[in-house]
Structures are given as C-alpha cells and as structure tokens.
T-cell receptor, first 110, second 112 residues
Framework: QKEVEQNSGPLSVPEGAIASLNCTYS??????FFWYRQYSGKSPELIMS????GDKEDGRFTAQLNKASQYVSLLIRDSQPSDSATYLC??????????FGPGTRLSVLP | SQTIHQWPATLVQPVGSPLSLECTVE??????LYWYRQAAGRGLQLLFY??????ISSEVPQNLSASRPQDRQFILSSKKLLLSDSGFYLC???????????FGPGTRLTVT
C-alpha cells in the first residue's frame, strides 16, 4: 500500500525561528509532491508544489525534494503565529491518485 | 481564475436520513473531481474521483455514492446515513497538466 508518512507533532517553534516539516513516501514512482496548510476547521490550502530534486523557494517557504531518499521537506523561515496549522504532505504518481500524509501540527509560540 | 463551491457548509442529519452534498467548479473545463472525508483529527480519506461526466471511481466501499451529471458538478449522496458518516467532506478539483488539487471550503456533517 502506498503511503506518505509525517510526524504528527505537535511541532512547537518560537516566533521568528525556522520550522522544519518532514515527509517520506513509499511509492518510488511518485513524480509530484505538494504541501498543504490546513487551519483548524478549514479546508486544506495548497502552499507549495515540487517536481524536481533540490530546493524550491517561495517567499518564506522552501520545499526540498530528494527522490533517492524518498524524502520531502518544508522549511518555514521567520515563523509567525499565523503559521500555526496542520501541514499535509501529498505525493502524486501520474495516472494514479494523490496520497496524503496524516499531517504535522505546527505551533508557533509568540 | 478557478473557484470551487460546496454547499451546505454545515449539516446536522439524523441516522437513516438521506444526504446530498453538491460541489461546483468555475473557471475551468473538464477537471478531475474528488470527494474526500476527514474525520475529526484524522487525515484525508479519498472517497470518489471522476475524470469526466458520468465517470465515477470509488475508493472505499460504503453507503455513499457519487455522481457527475455535468462537467463541473460533483454530487455526493447517501440513501441512509450512519453515525460513522460524520465528518468534514471536501471536494477538490485538479487540472490535467500540473495535477495540483484545490479544495473547496468543505461541508461539516454531523449525524445524530
């Protein structure tokens, strides 16, 4: 069974610090990877997608992909209390369906 | 730009009652459409997906069904709700190029 694994947390970081969220996936055929942010009681919101090995930066967010290690990460620089949410990692293999991880709950402490 | 709508936003239904949740997408054509359920404090469970009108694939056997009567309309139904059907129901659409999924606002269903 194809799986995406994440540490459920909570991950607590002080305001202004770097938050590091990690994800591993089992399907070596996965080609695309996504990070979603979900605030309590709300629907998931896409914040980053990454398709190639290496880093991809968008504002305070950096996604990192290592296909050889089947590992995806999301770094949030200068963390703010408004970043407190659950972060979902998803992997996609062309022609199949998304596989979502269970999410990591992030708490940014003021 | 694309927009996805779901209604109702919240719903409280007794056990054994029927269910109909609707999802519509604007600003795109021929999207892939998905229904997910998220139980309290849990991850996303894919229920159904559709790649075109009338084409429905089920991921989990249950008392729910889905239909896609129009290109940008996706409906989730049940004839008789169970207590275990309670949860947060999310509709999502994806294009056929980047395959990114975008979620609607969701329907919170409580079966009593």
């Amino acid at each position: 069974q194809k799986e995406v694994e994440q540490n459920s947390g909570p991950l607590s970081v002080p305001e202004g610090a770097i938050a590091s969220l990690n994800c591993t996936y089992s399907d070596r055929g996965s080609q695309s990877f996504f990070w979603y942010r979900q605030y309590s009681g709300k629907s998931p919101e896409l914040i980053m997608s990454i398709y190639s090995n290496g880093d991809k930066e968008d504002g305070r967010f950096t996604a990192q992909l290592n296909k050889a290690s089947q590992y995806v990460s999301l770094l949030i620089r200068d963390s703010q209390p408004s970043d407190s949410a659950t972060y979902l990692c998803a992997a996609y293999n062309y022609g199949q369906n998304f596989v979502f991880g269970p999410g990591t709950r992030l708490s940014v402490l003021p | 730009s694309q927009t996805i709508h779901q209604w109702p936003a919240t719903l409280v239904q007794p056990v054994g009652s029927p269910l109909s949740l609707e999802c519509t997408v604007e600003g795109t054509s021929n999207p892939n459409l998905y229904w997910y359920r998220q139980a309290a404090g849990r991850g996303l469970q894919l229920l159904f997906y559709s790649v075109g009108i009338g084409q429905i694939s089920s991921e989990v056997p249950q008392n729910l069904s889905a239909s896609r009567p129009q290109d940008r309309q996706f409906i989730l139904s049940s004839k008789k709700l169970l207590l275990s059907d309670s949860g947060f129901y999310l509709c999502a659409w994806a294009g056929t190029v980047a395959y990114e999924q975008y979620f609607g606002p969701g329907t919170r269903l409580t079966v009593t």
